[in-house]
């Protein structure tokens, strides 16, 4: 397990950066929620991936690290919403290698884009170039999700090892 921390560190790190990326995108996914309600869901599992990254950031950094002790409901908040993220990396890791592995569907995909945009005038987007996009997005893709897997593997495990920093029911209910 030691061995691992310096790599959960720099995981942790780069958590955050993407994080920041897609607070922004969620809010973008939160004004289209308005004309249909269903994306909500998808915006609230994008939600929860952000709090778990800051919350388990957090919890490393000041719980671990500098032994600071915590709310029982720090703890609940890291563990449901590492859970939701773990549900999400494995969604998303299934789509995406599905999708590597069989890009039949992408290239419908950007069939249509290229009929639309001849439609609009020519845009300069071509078969081969929405391809190439694609697939360093599925990459990408499939890179958070592994990274998003091994973080909230070790985080659990360090949320048991660790469980004294988060006080005891006595201290709650006072």
């Known amino acids: 397990m030691n061995k691992l921390i310096p790599v959960y560190r ?3 790190y780069i958590l955050i950066v993407i994080a920041g990326i897609l ?4 809010l973008l996914i939160l004004l289209g929620s308005l004309g249909n309600p269903l994306i909500l869901i998808e915006a609230f599992i994008v939600i929860a991936v952000i709090i778990y990254s800051f919350a388990s950031f957090n919890f490393y950094n000041a719980g671990v690290q ?18 939701i993220t773990l549900l999400f990396a494995i969604m998303t890791l299934a789509s995406t290698i599905m999708l590597v592995a069989n890009p039949a569907s992408l290239n419908d995909y950007n069939n249509q884009v290229i009929k639309a945009q001849s439609s609009y005038g020519s845009v300069g987007l071509t078969k081969q170039y929405l391809m190439r ?11 958070y999700s592994i ?22 029911k006595d201290e709650q209910q006072q």
């Open 23 to 26: 607070g922004l995108g969620d």
């Open 66 to 83: 500098k032994g600071k002790v915590f709310k029982r409901s720090f703890r609940d908040l890291v563990n449901i919403n590492a859970y």
């Open 133 to 143: 996009v694609a697939m360093i997005v599925m990459y990408i893709s499939i890179a």
């Open 147 to 168: 990274l998003l897997l091994f973080h909230v593997m070790v985080t659990l495990k360090l949320l048991k090892q660790y469980s004294y920093l988060f006080g005891k």
């Open 10 to 12: 720099i995981v942790g």
